[in-house]
T-cell receptor, first 119, second 111 residues
Framework: GAVVSQHPSRVICKSGTSVKIECRSL??????MFWYRQFPKQSLMLMAT?????????EQGVEKDKFLINHASLTLSTLTVTSAHPEDSSFYIC???????????????FGEGSRLTVL | AQTVTQSQPEMSVQEAETVTLSCTYD???????LFWYKQPPSRQMILVIR??????QNATENRFSVNFQKAAKSFSLKISDSQLGDAAMYFC????????FGKGTRLHILP
């Protein structure tokens, strides 16, 4: 089946630095990708919807200048956490939509997630 | 705004028994999709089963089935013949233009 790959799976950085997380669709072209944040023992909270070639749509309460999303190609979306602080430590998950899937809305596939720890 | 509610934070079931996880949602849309995802300790999201809102027939995937009540906006998951490998967090999700997750139900399988 289709695969979505996230990199890195784990990252530790110092407070004040920026971290980039990549989300790649390996065998399909993803017109839409979603970024989620998951705190321990909690649900996935949608941060933003990323459409290839256009600006991301951020959910209410998500700082767009803090969490920069770039969907520059049909197989790659990146999330950059700028000037990271310890409260940004979390598990970040992406999902990608394959519009060629059998469903009208396309198949959704999830990456493996990226654990960010900010010291 | 769409919301998804899972009222059972944790549930336990004896191995080989049947368990039902509850989910309700709220939407004004008529065309949408509902999912159950499983998240094991690896944190990888695994699709368990999905349902198209316009289909009246309940979806079934092997030991997993749903009870979809569109008027009541209810979408419960039944797991039959529970296995130790079924232990995980289960998330109910709604998808129209974006996917919204419930808070999850942690399922324990008792040997």
């Amino acid at each position: 089946g289709a695969v979505v790959s996230q990199h890195p799976s784990r990252v530790i950085c110092k407070s004040g630095t920026s971290v980039k997380i990549e989300c790649r669709s390996l065998d399909f072209q993803a017109t839409t990708m979603f970024w989620y944040r998951q705190f321990p023992k909690q649900s996935l909270m949608l941060m933003a919807t990323s459409n290839e070639g256009s600006k991301a749509t951020y959910e209410q309460g998500v700082e767009k200048d803090k969490f920069l999303i770039n969907h520059a190609s049909l197989t790659l979306s990146t999330l950059t956490v700028t000037s990271a602080h310890p409260e940004d430590s979390s598990f970040y998950i992406c999902s990608a939509r394959d519009p060629s899937g059998s469903w009208k809305t396309g198949e959704l596939f999830f990456g493996e997630g990226s654990r960010l720890t900010v010291l | 705004a769409q919301t998804v509610t899972q009222s059972q934070p944790e549930m336990s079931v004896q191995e080989a028994e049947t368990v039902t996880l509850s989910c309700t949602y709220d939407t004004s849309e008529s065309d949408y999709y509902l999912f159950w995802y499983k998240q094991p300790p690896s944190r990888q999201m695994i699709l368990v089963i999905r349902q198209e809102a316009y289909k009246q027939q309940n979806a079934t995937e092997n030991r997993f089935s749903v009870n979809f009540q569109k008027a009541a906006k209810s979408f419960s998951l039944k797991i039959s013949d529970s296995q130790l490998g079924d232990a995980a967090m289960y998330f109910c999700a709604y998808f129209s233009d974006k996917i919204i997750f419930g808070k999850g139900t942690r399922l324990h399988i008792l040997p």
